[in-house]
C-alpha cells in the first residue's frame, strides 16, 4: 500500500504564520503536524512509498523535512512531488492533486491511502488499515457530537453495514453528527476512478466530492477512527489543538 498525503494548499486563512512556511509544517504541541499523521500511520504494515504533494513554494521546504524525519525516526521511503502550483490562483485543488501524482507516479498498480496532512489523530491508524482489507473503498468518519458544529464538514447517512447511503456537504439541516474526514483508503482496482472523475469535468477541490460522486457508483465503506480527531483551519483552531494535543505527546 502506497500512502499519498495531501499538503498542497496555501492556507490562507492562517495568514501570515503559513505566508513562507506550509501548514502541515506548522507545529503542534512541539512537532509538526504531519509528523502526527505520519507517527500514527508508521504501525502499518506493508507501506511502500509515502508520497507528499505539494506545492512549487514549499517543495524544498518538505524535502529538507523528510530528510530530518528519517534521520530521527523509522525510515520511510518519501517523494515529495511538486505540483507546480504557486498561489490559490493556479492550485490543481485536492482531487487535482491526487489525480496528477496517481499518473505521474503510476501508482495504479497498488492500494493507495490517501491523507491530509493537517488532520491530527491521537492514536495509531492501523485499525483503519486492517478494516479496509476486501473492500473497494473506506472512508474514515468521526462523531463531532453536536448537530451546529458538522454544519462545518460533510454528513453521512450510513446502513447496518457501515457502507454510505447519502452524502451532504456543509449540510444546512443535518441529521446527524457523523462526518466524513480526509483519511480514505482505495484499493488498486478503484484508484483509476479519479480518472474518470476529472474527465467528466468534475470539481478538483475537496477530496470529500470524490466520496460524493464515487459512492452511489460502488460500495464505500466507512471506518469510524478511534481516539481525537482534530482539523484545524484557523488561528484559533490551532491554539486549541496545541492545548489538546500536549496530552498526547510521547
Request: net charge negative; proline share 5%.
Amino acid at each position: 500500500m502506497n500512502i499519498l498525503i495531501l499538503a498542497a494548499g496555501y492556507a490562507t486563512r492562517l495568514y501570515p504564520l503559513t505566508l513562507n512556511k506550509a501548514k502541515p509544517l506548522l507545529d503542534v504541541a512541539g512537532k509538526p503536524m504531519v509528523e502526527w499523521v505520519l507517527d500514527n500511520l508508521a504501525p502499518i504494515e506493508g507501506i511502500g512509498t509515502v508520497y507528499i504533494v505539494t506545492n512549487n513554494k514549499f517543495a524544498a521546504d518538505f524535502q529538507a523535512w523528510a530528510d530530518g524525519y528519517n534521520a530521527r525516526a523509522p525510515k520511510m521511503r518519501f517523494k515529495i512531488v511538486n505540483d507546480q502550483s504557486t498561489s490559490d490562483t493556479d492550485k490543481l485543488g485536492a482531487i487535482g492533486d491526487i489525480h496528477l501524482v496517481v499518473n505521474q507516479e503510476h501508482l495504479d498498480t497498488d492500494d493507495l491511502l490517501v491523507v491530509a496532512g493537517d488532520n491530527l489523530f491521537s492514536e495509531p491508524l492501523s485499525d483503519f488499515a486492517e478494516h479496509t482489507k476486501g473492500r473497494d473503498a473506506v472512508l474514515a468518519t468521526y462523531d463531532v457530537g453536536d448537530l451546529e458544529a458538522i454544519k462545518k464538514y460533510n454528513n453521512l447517512t450510513l446502513d447496518a453495514d457501515g457502507r454510505i447511503t447519502a452524502f451532504e456537504e456543509k449540510p444546512a439541516n443535518p441529521t446527524g453528527t457523523i462526518t466524513g474526514i480526509a483519511l480514505y483508503y482505495f484499493a488498486e482496482a478503484t484508484v483509476p476512478m479519479f480518472n474518470t472523475y476529472i474527465a467528466e469535468g468534475n470539481n478538483p477541490d475537496q477530496p470529500g466530492r470524490f466520496i460524493q460522486w464515487l459512492y452511489p457508483r460502488m460500495a464505500v465503506h466507512t471506518y469510524p477512527v478511534k481516539g481525537t480527531w482534530f482539523d484545524i483551519g484557523s488561528k484559533e483552531t490551532l491554539d486549541e489543538a496545541n492545548q489538546i494535543f500536549e496530552q498526547f505527546r510521547k
